[in-house]
């Protein structure tokens, strides 16, 4: 097997340059995103199934914009400028949390910024699979990945450091937040060059029956196993609030976020370049495995240790699993829909979230934290049969 630095080096520099703009954004979110929970529990007063409610909302919204966003990349055959206004509406909308004097206006800014979010994921994987070729799309979607998720424990670590320096001032640290979102929207405008469109290519409604049939009922599989994937796993919220519960000082609590992250980080790319090589059908169940053994570790306790080893398997599972998926969709779309595509994957998948999200916050009310962790493994395991029921083929990805 050739060396993973030989593989890096072939992959094109719009890869290199989409992964850096999310790091940059992912700082940003996190930023915001790690001290939420706490923000709307202890400063705004909300209940654990409010806060459910919100973060399912939220991420669902930016899943199901994804559908629009990635149908209008279709049509107009550029991606580029979507993934500038979605970029560009995350990083306005931070400014919004540090001036929230009450759930409304949380709620609001959190909607805005997913909506931006929405805007732009679509289109940016799209571009991922245009620009990457075939033979290295797992390993151009795992670095992709990789990156982003180096944002993404990047970020609560300096809102970790700026509670410890500003004595828990959320708002400061939200309001530190909009530097590194304006960045991102820097670099992607000047540093990435789009493929041209096809030439001779002509615009028409990627939502008609004869391109929904031309996906194909392996598409649509990914589509509704992607959907029983996100039903298994809630909002990440819930992570932090578990914790919190373990008696960690406040400023400390994102640091479970770190974890997990740096986790995800290291092994997003391996498993990557691994599913260019082996069947998805024994990664995703390997990953489903993978989150049944954190729920349950999350469930047994909330002392510190126990809650960042939950955290940790938490993060693997999100490496094997994520993005595979991506992946998948790539290798079962024509390359004219693959925003659509993408777009109804996301759709599924966001309202699968909302539902897992307000269900996980009513059970913390009403049972407890364990109960919400032990019904994410009865999920899993759902999750699992449905897998064995009907396996996936794997097959080379088609050529462009």
Sequence with gaps: MAPSHSTLRQIPRGIWVLGFVSLLMDISSEMVHSLLPLFMVTTLGASALLVGVVEGLAEATALIVKVFSGTLSDYLGRRKGLALLGYGLGALTKPLFAIAPGMGMVLTARLLDRVGKGIRGAPRDALVADIAPAHLRGAAFGLRQSLDTVGAFAGPLLAVGLMLLWANDFRAVFWVAVVPGLLAVALLFFGLHEPPAQAGAQRSNPITRHNLRSL???????????????????????????????????????????????????????????????????????????????????????????????????????????????????????????????????LASGLALLLASVLAGLLWDRLGASATFYAGAGLCGLALLVLAWRPLKSRPPPPD
Excluded at 270 to 280: E, I
Excluded at 300 to 323: E, K, N, P, R
Aim: net charge positive; charged share 5%; glycine share 12%.
């Design 216 to 346: 194909g009922p392996a598409y649509w599989w990914v589509v509704g196993l992607g959907a029983v994937f996100t039903l298994a796993r809630f909002s990440e919220a819930f992570l932090v609030l578990r914790a919190q519960q373990g008696g960690m000082p406040l400023a400390l609590v994102p640091l479970v976020m770190v974890a997990m992250n740096i986790v995800y980080a290291a092994s997003a790319y391996p498993f990557g370049k691994l599913s260019d090589r082996m069947g998805h059908t024994q990664l995703l169940a390997l990953g489903l495995v993978v989150l049944v053994a954190a729920d349950l570790v999350l469930a047994y306790s909330s002392h510190w240790g126990v809650v960042l080893a939950g955290v940790a398997l938490w993060g693997v599972h999100m490496g094997i699993t994520q993005g595979l998926l991506a992946t998948m969709v790539a290798a079962t779309a024509p390359p004219a829909l693959r925003g659509t595509a993408y777009g109804f994957f996301n």
